[in-house]
């Protein structure tokens, strides 16, 4: 890993990030499903579909997201894989391309692919927090995990980066991440490993609801253990894909946490649902209604809110009379109405802490889902009403 200043947008500042991943690695990625997706994710795409996961490096450049700019941003993109690849001596469909920044603005290829040279010489084995550094834009702090499988004696090592506090509704989130292992995994099960952390995780945070233009995840697995992961041994394949849904899921909630202009980190958890769909629609409803974050950014027990968030989720034919609601194990809403015990110092004291449950109770089945956001803040408006300038 390596990060060096190309200045794409500023001058000085860690903006380009550079992987390089062992011969032999092989390489899952999820992209956003925004119709407007950049031009990296639709190359990196390609180049996935190319080289049937074999990628040798990850580029990535923040200040820009390469985003709107038509064929021009393809060209562009392109240039600055071309330059990698023939300075690294690798095929060009062996690097895949990734950015974020400001949606709209040309990316400054020729910056870029002038700082590849550099990017190469730059590279060590021991920079995951340099290069988490490296890719964050509005974000506050590195987010980085690392995590060992251990099985019968084997040692395997997963680790991953992320980036992202706005426009975060991941669908596949302005978020990005990398995660390697050194376990050695076939291509199409390394994707549907990857596919199945990211719908538990990245794929369960919101912060503003936006589905970024950029969003990817990448998981890469060089093999350098010596062991291999498949599903031939059960006990070790289930001690891996639980330890790659943890990593993954921490590193979803270290966005949360992170969140632009954020001082609440929010579960809601929503059981007793009839499907998975049900419950993300009353999740969600609640997780991104704007009554909702800002009273949490008020630490206001204003609970009104909350339940006309789930009434109007669009459940249907909810029975309103069966559902209870709590913040944190206060019982709020018991059967549709106010909760005979509940007092407003109860949920006052939990709206108080920075860490909140909201819970619903549908009574409809035997589905539970979790969601993860942030209160809505006046310095969330702050920060994106100037991110440009």
Known sequence: MAAVSAGVRYQNRLDLVLFELAPGSRTAGVFTRNAFCAAPVVLARQHLA?????????LINTGNANAGTGE????????CCQALADTAGVELAQVLPFSTGVIGERLPAEKIAAAAPAALAALQDDQWLVAAKGIMTTDTRPKAVSAIVTHNGQYITITGITKGAGMI???MATMLAFVSTDAEIEQNLLQSLLMSAVEQSFNRITVDGDTSTNDCCVLSATGKSGIKVDKSDAGLFDAFSRALHELVLDLAKLIIRDAEGARKFVTVDVRGGA???????????????????TALSASDPNWGRILAAVGRAGVPDLDVTRIDLYLDDVCIVKKGGLAPDYREAMGQAVMNQEDICLRVELARGEVNEQVWTADLSEEYVRINASYRS
């Open 169 to 171: 509704k991941p669908n």
């Open 50 to 58: 190319t080289n049937g996961g074999d990628a040798r490096y990850l």
């Open 72 to 79: 021009q941003g393809m060209t562009d993109a392109l240039h």
């Open 275 to 293: 499907n998975t769909k049900e419950c993300l629609q009353v999740a969600y409803a609640i997780a991104e209604s704007p009554l909702v974050k």
